[in-house]
Nanobody, 118 residues
Framework: QVQLVESGGGLVQAGGSLRLSCAAS????????MGWFRQAPGKEREFVAR????????VYADSVKGRSTISRDNAKNTLYLQMNSLKPEDTAVYYC???????????WGQGTQVTVSS
């Protein structure tokens, strides 16, 4: 069983950067592909990026491609999302989760708020 805690969000001006972290507990963290998702007010949760269990394969949503980098440190049981050139439309609560194929687990944590001002 993997427990996940997101952190690193905050208020940033457009063009700025943030690095989000997802701290995991559980002995099987390294066995799972992981993903970042976000949910803006009044919107459904959407896919942002995912990474294979070993970190060798990454996939990004078109909306963040070229501006974001997903990575993981399995030795530290931590998932990261580096976000650069942030835009107001990136404003959302960001969540991490285990993914099977492209499907996230139906168990979500508190997330971390990212707010990008103009």
């Amino acid at each position: 069983q993997v427990q996940l805690v997101e952190s690193g969000g905050g208020l940033v001006q457009a063009g700025g950067s943030l690095r989000l972290s997802c701290a995991a507990s559980g002995r099987t963290f390294s066995s799972y592909a992981m993903g970042w998702f976000r949910q803006a007010p009044g919107k459904e949760r959407e896919f942002v990026a995912r990474i294979s269990s070993s970190g060798g394969i990454t996939v990004y949503a078109d909306s963040v491609k070229g501006r974001s980098t997903i990575s993981r440190d399995n030795a530290k049981n931590t998932l990261y999302l580096q976000m650069n050139s942030l835009k107001p439309e990136d404003t959302a609560v960001y969540y991490c989760n285990l993914v099977t194929g492209t499907i996230p687990r139906n168990d979500w944590g508190q997330g971390t708020q990212v707010t990008v001002s103009s």
